[in-house]
C-alpha cells in the first residue's frame, strides 16, 4: 500500500508565498508522473502542475510563471513552491502519484487527503 501525506498548507495573504510538500511512504518500486491538483468551487478537481520522473514539467495556464513543481526521487517527496498567489487560489490542494508497486506491475494512481491553502485579500 502506498500513502501519500501532504503539507505546508495554511493562511497567507495575497501576493505572499508557500511551499507545499507531498510524502510518498510505503511498498513501491518507483513512481512516475507526480501531479498536483486542486479542488475547484465546482467539486471538480483541476490540474495545477505536472511532473514526469525525467523532470519534465507542465503547468496550468494559470499558474505558469508563479508556481514550480519539483521533486526529490531520492526522498519520495513532491514539491509546490506557490509564489504571487491570490484569493482565487483558496482551496484544497492534493497530490498524484503514478506508482509502480514492481518493475512489472503499475500500480496506479494514488491520491493524498489534500492540505488546505487560504489566500486573504
Known amino acids: 500500500q502506498v500513502q501519500l501525506v501532504e503539507s505546508g498548507g495554511g493562511l497567507v495573504q495575497a501576493g505572499g508565498s508557500l511551499r507545499l510538500s507531498c510524502a510518498a511512504s510505503?511498498?513501491?518500486?518507483?513512481?512516475?508522473?507526480m501531479t498536483w491538483y486542486r479542488q475547484t468551487p465546482g467539486n471538480q478537481r483541476e490540474l495545477v502542475a505536472t511532473?514526469?520522473?525525467?523532470?519534465?514539467?507542465n503547468y496550468a495556464d494559470s499558474v505558469k510563471g508563479r508556481f514550480t513543481i519539483s521533486r526529490d526521487d531520492a526522498k519520495n517527496t513532491l514539491h509546490l513552491q506557490m509564489n504571487s498567489l491570490k484569493p482565487e487560489g483558496t482551496t484544497v490542494y492534493c497530490c498524484?502519484?503514478?506508482?509502480?508497486?514492481?518493475?512489472?506491475?503499475?500500480?496506479?494512481?494514488?491520491w493524498g487527503q489534500g492540505t488546505r491553502v487560504t489566500v486573504s485579500s
Open positions: 498524484n502519484a503514478d506508482v509502480w508497486t514492481s518493475a512489472s506491475f503499475h500500480g496506479g494512481d494514488y
Open positions: 510505503g511498498r513501491f518500486f518507483k513512481i512516475d508522473v
Open positions: 511532473i514526469t520522473r525525467g523532470g519534465n514539467t
